[in-house]
């Protein structure tokens, strides 16, 4: 059952000789942006500059989704520094938390 749904999936692309790319399905390709705006208004937006979003404590997005607009290029190296970013603010917070806790 899934080899036929591979099959399947295969000549949806390929077609059935193997040879002919679908012609209307290279306009599903790109990344999708903006779901989610990053700004220091709660109003506003949904993620803080942090991207922590302002009425979770503990939900972090690091996507592409806190882009304002796609640029012209693959947005994956600037997804990884913000991922980095992210994750130094969170090592911030652990931190921060075990020396409060410690300290007790």
């Known amino acids: 059952m899934f080899v036929d749904a591979i099959?399947?999936?295969k000549e949806t692309w390929y077609g059935r000789n193997g040879s002919s790319f679908h012609p209307g399905l290279h306009?599903?390709?790109?990344?999708?942006?903006?779901?989610?705006?990053?700004?220091?208004?709660?109003a506003s937006?949904?993620?803080?500059?942090?991207?922590?979003?302002h009425r979770l404590d503990n939900l972090y997005v690091a996507d592409s989704s806190f882009f304002p607009s796609i640029g012209a290029v693959n947005p994956t190296l600037t997804i990884i520094a913000k991922v980095l970013?992210?994750?130094?603010?969170?090592?911030?917070?652990?931190?921060?938390?075990?020396?409060?806790?410690?300290?007790?």
């Open 45 to 53: 937006s949904v993620l803080d500059l942090n991207c922590k979003a």
């Open 85 to 104: 970013a992210v994750l130094a603010v969170l090592a911030a917070r652990l931190l921060l938390s075990a020396l409060i806790c410690s300290s007790r």
């Open 7 to 9: 099959y399947q999936a």
């Open 27 to 42: 306009y599903f390709v790109g990344c999708i942006t903006s779901t989610a705006n990053a700004e220091i208004a709660p």
